[in-house]
């Protein structure tokens, strides 16, 4: 989905540290960082999302020489 300029969007949550907030768009919650938006109204009571980490890259075996 793609935000509209000037359209309002319900903030359901946010990151421990508030940089990225996750809102309602087009019926699913997607993630935006916070740079990028104007609030309106205090999110203090936002909940704070836990997001998991990152998937890690399994190690690769090389092939002797």
Do not use: F, H, K
């Not at 793609?2 to 359209?7: A, K, P, S, T």
């Amino acid at each position: 989905g793609q935000l509209v300029n000037g359209q309002t969007y319900r903030v359901v949550g946010q990151n421990d540290t508030g940089s990225w907030l996750q809102i309602l768009l087009n019926g699913s919650e997607v993630w935006v960082s916070s740079e990028l938006l104007t609030v309106s109204g205090n999110i203090e009571g936002v909940a704070v999302v836990e997001v998991a980490p990152p998937p890690t890259a399994a190690p690769v075996a090389a092939a002797p020489q």
